[in-house]
């Protein structure tokens, strides 16, 4: 039997890159379980008051600089 069902996947605001996690997986099931393992693999999630905006970052797009502010890598960025 061949079931649809309604999956999530992650790209990088910046450079659009899918999330992958180490296993191999980039569809989930859900954002939550999706989110924790982008967190877990260093994927910064953009907030603003404290709120997340909905944007995220993958490892190679973003660093923070000495006083903690964070640094997006343009040179990345696809339209």
Known sequence: MITKIDSVMLECDNCKEPYESGSGYSIFIDESSLKTYADDDDWYT?????????????????????NDEFILNVKRTKI
Do not use: L, S
């Open 46 to 66: 953009e907030t603003k008051d404290g709120k997340p905006t909905g944007k995220h970052f993958c490892d190679k797009c973003y660093h923070f600089d000495d």
